[in-house]
């Protein structure tokens, strides 16, 4: 299983962005989980979905604000970041369990995707 992570950036406070996770030489059904860690801070659960059913899971820091989806297609998932504040500054993780329900514990999953830098300037 590979994972890439892509769309990261800087942006000002308030404003969006994007990220991609797509997933290759991977079977149908599984988890996809975005984590972020930030400088100094231990890497923390934000967004997940499930490619079973399509529930999904937010941190209560970004809901409201972030949105998580998919494309089974594509077995790309996407996490729609809005209202961006300064402390969403981390550095993003897509990860994936083979496993019907979203975990916000990172041991949990098998597979990571390498990181993709979100910075929000004030």
């Known amino acids: 299983v590979q994972l890439q992570a892509s769309g990261g950036g800087l942006v000002q406070a308030g404003g969006s962005l994007r990220l991609s996770c797509a997933a290759s030489n991977i079977a149908s059904g599984y988890v996809t989980g975005w984590f972020r860690q930030a400088p100094g801070k231990e890497r923390e659960f934000v967004s997940g979905?499930?490619?079973?059913?399509?529930?999904?899971s937010h941190a209560d820091s970004v809901k409201g604000r972030f949105t998580i989806s998919r494309d089974n297609a594509k077995k790309t998932v996407y996490l729609q970041m809005n209202s961006l504040k300064p402390e969403d500054t981390a550095v993003y993780y897509c990860?994936?369990?083979?496993?019907?329900?979203?975990?916000?514990?990172?041991?949990?999953?098998?597979?990571w995707g390498q990181g993709t830098q979100v910075t929000v300037s004030s």
């Open positions: 979905i499930s490619s079973y059913d399509g529930r999904t």
């Open positions: 990860a994936v369990r083979m496993f019907p329900v979203i975990s916000v514990m990172e041991r949990n999953y098998g597979y």
